[in-house]
């Protein structure tokens, strides 16, 4: 089960073309969205970069993972890192998955409790520090 969801996470990824702008036109040869991907979902605008005029710690990680399922990895981690190595992370967690759904156990850590504790505990602090930079870097005028 966990299999399924990792990869239709990164199907939705791959489904989704972060090389469109919001009206649905391609964006100039060699140029992606940094964020706003989840428009295509339906979604609508992250509200804290609306109120506030900066992003929130999540900006841009659907367009990462889209930018990353159609292979554009530069674009991915500029986009937002934080989002290319979870995605890195949800596709090499599918083989670990299906092998615990084969044995029963995950291999290394051993149960799913552990896994989603580590996996917490790695990306929450990566994810709020990339945040702050970003942030930091807006207000100080260079972004």
């Known amino acids: 089960m966990g299999a399924l ?19 649905g036109e ?25 109120m506030s005029g ?7 990680m659907t367009t ?4 990353l399922m159609h292979g554009d990895l530069a674009g991915s981690w500029r986009a937002n890192g934080a989002g290319t190595l979870m995605a890195l992370y949800c596709a090499g967690a599918i083989p670990m998955a299906l092998f615990g759904a084969v ?6 850590v051993g149960s799913l409790e ?8 790695f990306f929450l602090p990566l994810l709020l520090l990339r945040w702050l930079w970003v942030v930091a870097w807006k207000l100080a005028g260079a972004g």
Request: aromatic share 8%; net charge positive.
């Open 26 to 50: 391609p964006l100039p040869e060699g140029a992606a969205r940094l964020m706003g991907t989840h428009r295509q979902l339906g979604l609508p605008s992250c509200q804290f970069l609306v």
């Open 64 to 67: 990462s993972f889209a930018l």
């Open 5 to 23: 969801l990792l990869a239709a996470i990164l199907y939705v990824g791959f489904s989704l073309n972060p090389y469109l702008d919001d009206a």
């Open 103 to 108: 044995a029963g156990r995950l291999p290394v």
């Open 114 to 121: 552990r896994w989603a504790l580590a996996s917490v505990a």
């Open 54 to 60: 900066l992003p929130c710690p999540s900006c841009g």
